[in-house]
């Protein structure tokens, strides 16, 4: 059973709340993703559960049993950090043996262990090399394989990729996840790149300030944000967020008197999201803004567009020729909206 339960999880240091009442559960045979800006806590919370960092209060389970204050080498979970912590002077092999030597595991089970885990991340040719003679990629392939060759039930990851550059990044991140459904690992991973948490994981927890903003499958966070911050920070370019100013005369975009009216029921600063996606640029029909820049992508363009003191986001097919400060608007359906109160919280 690999099963992991965080329950009211606290870590504090000198009375500031790093993780803050923090619960989730990694079903067995799952990939987990920890999302979040820097200091959010999620690799604080992923060195709690491996045993490296001291629990202020709540509970870690792994396989329903209670490891909260167990010594790490008997949780039975095996780690790979964001450097690659090689041995510089060990060969290949002797790197990914290291650990199963000093866990006095006999010589032949080493080699049986080797030889598959070698062929599984792809280095069979590389098992005499010193680090050094390594690509970074394939460094990280030796750290996979050492955290494999444990042959534990439960794999930690602290922003593996980190190092990588971003086609290298592209292709671990296949590799990684089907590592991990191959071998039936239930794998907990660090991030902060929204890319990998959309493309890796079965379940996200996405962090702020040392507290879970939401919980859910990639397409939950993306489609179904709980918080204006969720709303914000997934999507690559993200959602736009556009306050509201609400009367008599109903609600329209803040700092826009007229021509500015929105189709929806909201309160006075409340919040309107809208992905840039599902926005339509026309010359004469919609909300009048102007345009900022465009950046040419290439298969499409991202076009920045201010609403009076504000500024939205458009991303439209194909290369928009718009020039700067050129008077156009915008709209949308009323099925694409999402609507936030004031504090930032998700409106039914």
């Known amino acids: 059973m690999s099963r992991i339960e965080v329950v009211s999880l606290v870590k504090e240091w000198n009375g500031t709340r790093a993780v803050d009442n923090l619960s989730f559960v990694v079903p067995e045979g799952t990939f987990t993703v920890l999302l979040g800006p820097s200091g959010c806590g999620k690799s604080t919370t992923l060195r709690m559960i491996a045993g490296l960092e001291d629990v202020t209060a709540g509970r870690v389970l792994i396989g329903g049993k209670d490891v909260t204050r167990a010594d790490p080498a008997k949780r ?18 002797e790197n990914i043996l290291f650990g199963l030597k000093v866990r006095k595991i006999a010589a032949a089970e080493r080699d049986k262990r080797l030889k598959r885990v070698a062929g599984v991340v792809g280095l069979e040719d590389f098992l005499d090399r010193k680090p050094a003679q390594l690509s970074g990629g394939q460094r990280q392939r030796v750290a996979l394989a050492r955290a494999i060759v444990a042959e534990y039930p439960v794999c930690l990851m602290d ?28 794998m907990v991973y660090v991030t902060h790149d929204q890319t990998e948490a959309m493309s890796m994981a079965d379940q996200v927890v996405l962090m702020k300030d040392g507290v879970c903003e939401q919980i859910g499958t990639p397409d939950d966070l993306y489609n179904r944000p709980s918080t204006a911050f969720v709303a914000r920070f997934l999507g690559m370019p993200p959602m736009n967020v556009i306050r509201l100013a609400c009367g008599a005369q109903g609600c329209r975009v803040a700092g826009l008197e007229s021509d500015g009216s929105v189709t929806v029921e909201a309160g006075d600063g409340w919040l309107l999201g809208v992905r840039p996606e599902d926005i339509a640029l026309d010359p004469s029909c919609g909300i009048p803004g102007q345009a900022i ?10 076009v920045r567009i201010a609403l009076g003191e504000q500024q939205i986001i458009a991303r439209v097919a194909g290369h928009c020729q718009l020039g700067s400060g050129q008077p156009i608007r915008v709209s949308w359906t009323p099925a694409v909206q999402h609507l936030f109160d004031d504090q930032g919280r998700r409106v039914a």
């Open 76 to 93: 039975q979970v095996s780690m790979v950090f964001q450097s690659y912590a090689l041995f510089p002077h060990l060969s290949v092999a």
């Open 159 to 186: 922003e593996p990729l980190s190092n990588l550059d971003a086609k290298l990044r592209g292709e671990m991140r296949s590799e990684i996840r089907d590592l991990q459904r191959k071998l039936g690992m239930t």
């Open 293 to 302: 820049a465009v950046d040419y992508l290439g298969a499409d363009s991202v």
